[in-house]
């Protein structure tokens, strides 16, 4: 099983959507899957980001849920943001 580990602006990012339980629901749904090695489904839209986030992978928990995150090598995979596409990729 893959160790899940959070950036700092992901804690951030986390603690906005902590009291919303449809979101949570959503998210360690998914993060379950990925720490258990499990392909995301087609259904999440999981897909390699380009631009300020290349390298990363996104897919989408809920509408414009988004969760982007690194599958490293040694067995880690580390979330780096959470939110919506106008809060992840302003500008």
Not at 41 to 46: A, N, R, T
Not at 56 to 72: P, R
Request: charge should be positive; proline fraction near 3%; aromatic fraction near 10%.
């Amino acid at each position: 099983m893959k160790k899940i580990h959070y950036s700092t602006k992901s804690k951030k990012d986390l603690k906005k959507y902590r009291h919303n339980p449809q979101k949570m629901e959503g998210l360690f749904k998914v993060l379950n899957m990925l720490a258990r090695g499990i392909e995301i489904p087609e259904f999440y839209k999981p897909h390699k980001l380009v631009g300020q986030y290349a390298g990363c992978l996104e897919c989408h928990i809920e509408g414009d849920f988004l969760l982007i995150w690194i599958d490293e090598k040694n067995d880690i995979i580390k979330i780096i943001r959470l939110g919506s596409h106008s809060e992840l990729f302003k500008g």
